[in-house]
């Protein structure tokens, strides 16, 4: 099991972000997800502004809005060099209609 990141080992992570745009912003875990206002596309090209982490509780800011991502119970922060868009697996059927 892996051990959890106190914010003071995730702040520096986090430093790094200050000044970049946002390409893409993507919720993998859907069921834990407090509230989506506006959609995460909206988000896109907006340039992250400030940074800080509270009590495993990540806050991000661009000029017009302010992003959590809650770690408490979970989740870890690791910076990818790359990264691609989550896919369903090839060849399985999410969900049908009729």
Do not use: W
Request: aromatic share 2%.
């Amino acid at each position: 099991m892996a051990t959890i990141q106190s914010a003071a080992e995730i702040a520096p992570l986090l430093e790094r972000l200050k000044g970049k745009k946002i390409a893409t912003l993507q919720v993998l875990g859907i069921n834990s997800l407090k509230s989506v206002s506006p959609l995460p596309e909206a988000l896109v090209g907006e340039e992250v502004t400030e940074v800080d982490v509270v009590e495993r509780i990540i806050n991000m800011r661009t000029a017009g809005h302010r992003i959590s991502f809650d770690l408490q119970r979970t989740g870890r922060v690791v910076m990818l060099e790359s990264a691609e868009p989550y896919q369903h697996v090839a060849g399985r059927v999410c969900c049908t209609i009729g």
